[in-house]
């Protein structure tokens, strides 16, 4: 399996400006999560999914946030407008259900910055 | 309700000599516990976990970690570190089928 894979690994936009990062979870993996680290935070949960349906978005910064799932292969988090306190290294995470439900496999991240 | 300590931010230490990472949680209920490290400019990889079972769990890489109920603690150590060590290591805790919390991470320096 090729991992938990996201795009795009850098992104370098400038402020007002529409960012979207991508995630494609580990096949066979039902719950899905986006985390955004930062320096000052550490690593925040900002939402995730099970079945594709989100659970918990509760950590979604403010309503310039939104995530979608449309199908188990894949999944959106979308940014507008971006400001310079976005920048941050965004983590998708999937995990299976079951036993196991609670271990995490991390994409290698995207690296946003905002200008 | 759940949290994670890390007790150190930063730790040192010279090739070849014993890693200690330090982490106390707090759980309302029966805990689930990770390690993950993270090599800079890579994802998280987990380490180890405990779930119940035995206290002392083997991790990869040489890690392991001990769970200490009575203490609330679940450190993390290795007889001796390598330059290939040198991460920010993260100690997470669960309790039932409730979202991770992370710790804000040790880094781990290792000197030659």
């Known amino acids: 399996d090729a991992g938990v894979i996201q795009s795009p690994r850098h992104e370098v936009t400038e402020m007002g400006q529409e960012v979207t990062l991508r995630c494609k979870p580990i096949s066979g993996h039902n719950s899905l999560f986006w985390y955004r680290q930062t320096m000052m935070r550490g690593l925040e949960l900002l939402i995730y999914?099970?079945?594709?349906?989100?659970?918990?978005d509760s950590g979604m910064p403010e309503d310039r946030f939104s995530a979608k799932m449309p199908n188990a292969s894949f999944s959106t988090l979308k940014i507008q407008p971006s400001e310079p306190r976005d920048s941050a290294v965004y983590f998708c995470a999937s995990s299976p259900t079951g036993s196991g439900a609670n271990v995490l496999t991390f994409g290698a991240g995207s690296r946003l910055t905002v200008l | 309700a759940q949290s994670v300590t890390q007790l150190d931010s930063h730790v040192s230490v010279s090739e070849g000599t014993p890693v200690l990472l330090r982490c106390n949680y707090s759980s309302s209920y029966s805990p689930s516990l990770f390690w993950y490290v993270q090599h800079p400019n890579k994802g998280l990889q987990l380490l180890l976990k405990y779930t119940s079972a035995a206290t002392l769990v083997k991790g990869i890489n040489g890690f392991e970690a001990e769970f200490k109920k009575s203490e609330t603690s679940f450190h993390l150590t290795k007889p001796s570190a390598h330059m290939s060590d040198a991460a920010e290591y993260f100690c997470v805790v669960s309790s039932g089928y409730s979202t991770l919390t992370f710790g804000k991470g040790t880094m781990l320096l290792v000197s030659p």
């Open positions: 999914f099970n079945n594709n349906v989100p659970i918990d």
